[in-house]
């Protein structure tokens, strides 16, 4: 056991208030007494103020030898559009075991993207008593991965159109004098970078001079064929009006037009990458083999073919280190990348995770948060996060609601900006146990990764002590290994408590049976097969319709060798159908899949199973008019 100097004393309020005034009140440690407290050395900190610092990768060294942390996964049921408070359940779990149990935890979370922060659903530091401070720095610039994924993924962007101008406008004699320009002497020479592509065409010559006709065109020409190209050009803003735009409107263009668009930062492939890299050359590699299109001869090209890759990585170099923050009670967190859910995996970074459980060491534990509901975030966290991490969970906390119960039982529609409707404000013991039908497929599926499962019931105020009761009662006899209340949204740390023992106690369970841990499928099974495992195991559904393009789509990654990927499913969060309007635990439905997408660098298929969007627009009334500074202290009100 550690006992934890620096926590700090809560003194919960009654009514809790919003979450910016709790977060202002607060005064953090300073970040290097938490990382010192830790064990983490001077050296092995890049400070970024006094209440925030980046990790070096360093520490992955120093600390090889020293066995890893418990590994606890935070998932939800199938949530209401208004959430089920993963994140609060995520910083209040840590703060238990680490301000009141004692244990060394760090807590692993993703950097919110700006778009929610100021569209409408708000930051995503945690709330109430259970958050990441200081908040607005958490959930506004940090320190600046996000911007640094924007100009990454521009530059690739960049990159293409310039490539398809200029072959469009020269000769291959001319490319190739201009890709590789003669010094003085009238010598030519590759780049470094340049040996990836001819490799790819089995070219061993290193004088550009020496190029028969056939090769010195397969070298210079990537011959894009404009209608394969995916990769669009990110903001991390919500603004519906770039999801589709022309690009070459200028005279200077020459009429290379183009339709295209943009998407929001956290949907970029780079992040994905940068989430699920393991040090710096695994990232370049990722980077470099990052599919962007397709050639008139069905080629892929990827970024290293483009010439980009190396420059991306010495963007990205910096992001690659996983940021240090606090709790409310002085416990640390690492924030590390923020994937999409849906089209990405949805998790915070594997190295963030690689670290905090070397630094807590064998009786100290990582909490770290999977995105949506446990049929989405937590399936992912298992098959493509561990997969690639090499890391085993010994514990699944699903967190639910009576709310999210209620609506999963029949009860009204939840829309988020509207009030909820009385079922939600009443007793109803029956709706909570129909929807807990919700809850059981969600434990059984966690269960098939042969990983314990932990209930979390999130109160709200008008939960009442039977419906709790009916929870507690269906959650084990779904085999939950236990369901406790928590209020840490209302007490911080202190109403974790039970939760937190209640996990202590499956992680030791896990430790007699260490190699209980599997995944849903073998890597090696055809795509449709992998994809087919997921909607039926999972989701319950019957069957799956692949359309027309889909099947394209999977004959072309076969014949490419992209088959042995890992799939990553987008469909709503909101069901586990893929019609948002089905709740409850619906069977033998079946799932369209629209379309199979590929993300080669982050190394996943992901196949579409509904509309998805990947830039949102702003509703009618957005976050931000709740926002402002306050000129005095210069601090920000009105984040949540």
């Given amino acids: 056991m550690s006992t934890h100097t620096n926590a700090h004393k809560l003194n919960p309020q009654v009514p809790v208030p919003p979450d910016f005034v709790i977060a ?60 089920e408070g993963k994140s609060t359940t995520t910083v209040g779990l840590a703060q238990s075991l680490g301000a009141h149990l004692g244990l060394k935890t760090i807590a692993t979370l993703r950097q919110p993207s700006q778009g929610p922060t100021f569209g ?94 056939e090769e010195r065109r397969k070298f210079v ?19 519906r009006f770039l999801r589709e735009i022309t690009v070459g409107e200028a005279d200077t263009e020459e009429g290379h037009k183009r339709k295209t668009g943009f998407d929001i930062t956290v949907s970029s492939e780079i992040m994905a990458v940068l989430a699920l ?63 999409f859910a849906n089209i990405a995996h949805g998790n915070c970074s594997v190295l963030s995770d690689m670290i905090g459980l070397k630094v807590v060491g064998k009786d100290g534990f990582v909490v770290t948060e999977a995105g949506f509901g446990a049929d989405i975030g937590a399936e992912k966290f298992f098959d493509i996060k561990c997969r ?27 829309v988020a900006g509207t009030p909820l ?30 990983v314990s499962v932990v209930v979390a019931i999130n109160k709200f105020t008008h939960d009442t002590e039977a419906e709790i009761s009916a929870v507690v009662e269906e959650s084990l006899s779904a085999g ?50 992998k994809i087919e495992k997921i909607a039926k195991d999972i989701y319950g559904a019957g069957n799956v319709e692949f359309s027309e393009k889909a099947e394209e789509q999977i004959e072309r990654y076969t014949k490419l060798g992209f088959d042995k990927l890992p799939i990553c499913m987008a469909k709503t969060h909101l069901s586990f159908s893929g019609n948002p309007e089905l709740k409850g635990a619906p069977s033998g439905f079946s799932l369209p899949v629209k379309e199979v997408r590929a993300s080669i660098g982050a190394g996943f298929l992901y196949p579409l199973a509904g509309t998805i969007s990947t830039m949102p627009g702003l509703p009618t009334r957005p976050c931000f008019y709740d926002i402002d500074l306050d000129t005095t202290t210069g601090q920000a009100v009105g984040l949540s």
Wanted: proline fraction near 6%.
């Fill in 120 to 213: 409408i659903k708000g930051g995503a530091a945690g709330g109430g008593y259970s958050q990441v401070i200081p908040m607005e720095d958490f959930n506004l610039h940090l320190t600046g991965d996000i911007h640094a994924i924007t100009a990454a993924n521009n530059l690739l962007a960049a990159a293409i159109e310039a490539r398809m101008f200029h072959e469009a406008t020269q000769s291959d004699a001319a490319l190739l004098r201009r890709l590789c320009p003669p010094n003085a002497k009238g010598e030519q020479t590759f780049s470094p970078i340049m040996f990836r592509r001819l490799k790819k065409f089995g070219i061993d010559k290193t004088d550009p001079k020496t190029l028969t006709e």
């Fill in 24 to 83: 202002s009140a607060a005064s953090p440690i300073p970040i290097h007494k938490i990382a010192e407290e830790y064990g983490i050395l001077p050296d092995e900190l890049v400070s970024y103020g006094t209440s925030k610092a980046k990790l070096k990768l360093d520490i992955l060294d120093r600390l090889k030898s020293q066995e890893n942390g418990k590994y606890v996964v935070i998932t939800a049921i199938t949530p209401t559009p208004l959430g």
């Fill in 480 to 529: 939950a290994d236990a369901a406790e209340l928590c209020t840490h949204w209302a007490n911080g740390g202190a109403g974790a408590v039970g939760l937190a023992n209640a996990v202590l106690k499956a992680c030791q369970k896990k430790e007699a049976e260490p190699d209980s841990f599997k995944f849903l499928y073998d890597l090696n099974l055809p795509i449709k097969e």
């Fill in 221 to 239: 020409r990537l011959d894009f064929d404009p209608a394969t190209i995916t990769w669009k050009r990110v903001m991390d803003t919500n603004d």
């Fill in 388 to 414: 690639y991490s090499g890391l085993k969970p010994h514990c699944a906390v699903v967190v639910c609601s009576i709310r999210a119960l209620k609506m999963h039982g029949g009860g009204p529609k939840v």
């Fill in 277 to 339: 890299s393991t040090n710096l050359k695994d990232l370049r590699e990722k980077l470099g083999a990052m599919v962007v299109g397709y050639s008139k001869q069905n080629e892929p090209i990827n970024a290293d073919d483009l010439g980009v890759g190396g420059a991306l990585a010495v963007l990205m170099k910096d992001a690659l280190l996983p940021t240090m923050m606090q709790t409310l009670e002085g416990t640390p967190v690492l924030v590390h990348a923020g994937p």
């Fill in 421 to 450: 409707a009385k079922e939600y404000n009443q007793e109803n013991v029956e709706l909570v146990r129909k929807g807990c039908e919700n809850l059981r497929r969600h434990i059984s599926n966690i269960k098939k990764f042969g």
